[in-house]
């Protein structure tokens, strides 16, 4: 039934998800960006949100059962590194998913396919889709494919960096760390974004990414390296 209604790309995409679809529409749901849908077409926002929830008590029960021994301040920061917007874009990506997208004009105009949130969204709409679709049990089996070897290479440690160098200088008596844009390059649609994480020290350090907030985080943890290392 769902291979009937569903073009060869989307088609595609099922297979690399590993999941086949008794009702195809809750997948269609689930990749159709607001930018796109109508009164007939649904945008997945609703899906986004069940799947946020399915993903979190899936990663939940994983990491207890991967570390029996772990404290709750231990697990807390693997979970929000497992549950993340980038982590679930990053999957997004491996399984090309911003290929399959339905987005309006404005949004391919200007590079939706590529955007973090959007992915990362759309990842936890098809979350949800399977949950639907298939019960929480598809839903755990295709959530563990993609994130079990991010489960088992999550660090002992994983709060995110600005978090992590605050805590640090904090520890030392000083005043959380700035972040100022150097540079901003590249078209609207792929901009690059050189960001400075300074120290009142004077220590510094540069990072450059495709979004303001990853090239923040990135200059914290080069700063935060930095630190460590004197």
Same mark, same amino acid.
């Given at each position: 039934?769902?291979?009937?209604?569903?073009?060869? +790309?989307?088609?595609?995409?099922?297979?690399?998800?590993?999941?086949?679809?008794?009702?195809?529409?809750?997948?269609?749901?689930a990749l159709t960006h607001g930018s796109f849908s109508s009164a007939t077409r649904p945008?997945? !926002? /609703?899906?986004?949100?069940?799947?946020?929830?399915?993903?979190?008590?899936? %990663?939940?029960?994983? %990491?207890?059962?991967?570390?029996?021994?772990?404290?709750?301040?231990?697990?807390?920061?693997?979970?929000?590194?497992?549950?993340?917007?980038?982590?679930?874009?990053?999957?997004?990506?491996? %399984?090309?998913?911003?290929?399959?997208? =339905?987005?309006?004009?404005? +949004?391919? &105009?200007?590079?939706?396919?590529?955007?973090?949130?959007?992915?990362?969204?759309?990842?936890?709409? &098809?979350?949800?889709?399977?949950?639907?679709?298939?019960?929480?049990?598809?839903?755990?089996?295709? %959530?563990? /494919?993609?994130?079990?070897?991010?489960?088992?290479?999550?660090?002992?440690?994983?709060?995110?960096?600005?978090?992590?160098? !605050?805590?640090?200088? !904090?520890?030392?008596? @000083?005043?959380?760390?700035?972040?100022?844009?150097? =540079?901003?390059?590249?078209?609207?649609?792929?901009? @690059?974004?050189?960001?400075?994480?300074?120290?009142?020290?004077?220590?510094?350090? @540069?990072?450059?990414?495709?979004?303001?907030?990853q090239a923040e985080q990135a200059a914290a943890k080069a700063l935060l390296e930095s630190?460590?290392?004197?």
């Amino acid at each position: 039934m769902g291979a009937m209604k569903l073009s060869a +790309e989307v088609s595609a995409f099922m297979k690399r998800l590993g999941y086949r679809f008794d009702d195809p529409e809750l997948l269609l749901r689930a990749l159709t960006h607001g930018s796109f849908s109508s009164a007939t077409r649904p945008d997945n !926002q /609703r899906l986004e949100f069940l799947g946020d929830r399915v993903l979190g008590l899936v %990663i939940s029960e994983a %990491i207890l059962e991967d570390d029996r021994s772990a404290t709750e301040g231990v697990l807390a920061p693997r979970y929000n590194a497992l549950v993340r917007k980038e982590t679930c874009a990053d999957v997004a990506r491996e %399984i090309d998913l911003g290929a399959v997208l =339905k987005l309006g004009k404005s +949004e391919m &105009v200007s590079g939706g396919r590529r955007k973090e949130a959007l992915l990362g969204d759309a990842m936890e709409a &098809v979350i949800a889709a399977v949950y639907r679709d298939g019960g929480l049990e598809a839903a755990r089996a295709m %959530i563990l /494919r993609f994130w079990a070897r991010r489960i088992a290479g999550v660090e002992a440690d994983a709060r995110d960096p600005k978090t992590a160098l !605050q805590e640090l200088l !904090q520890a030392k008596g @000083q005043t959380p760390p700035s972040y100022d844009i150097i =540079k901003r390059e590249g078209p609207d649609h792929a901009p @690059q974004f050189t960001i400075e994480a300074r120290a009142e020290t004077g220590h510094s350090a @540069q990072a450059q990414a495709g979004s303001k907030r990853q090239a923040e985080q990135a200059a914290a943890k080069a700063l935060l390296e930095s630190l460590k290392h004197e």
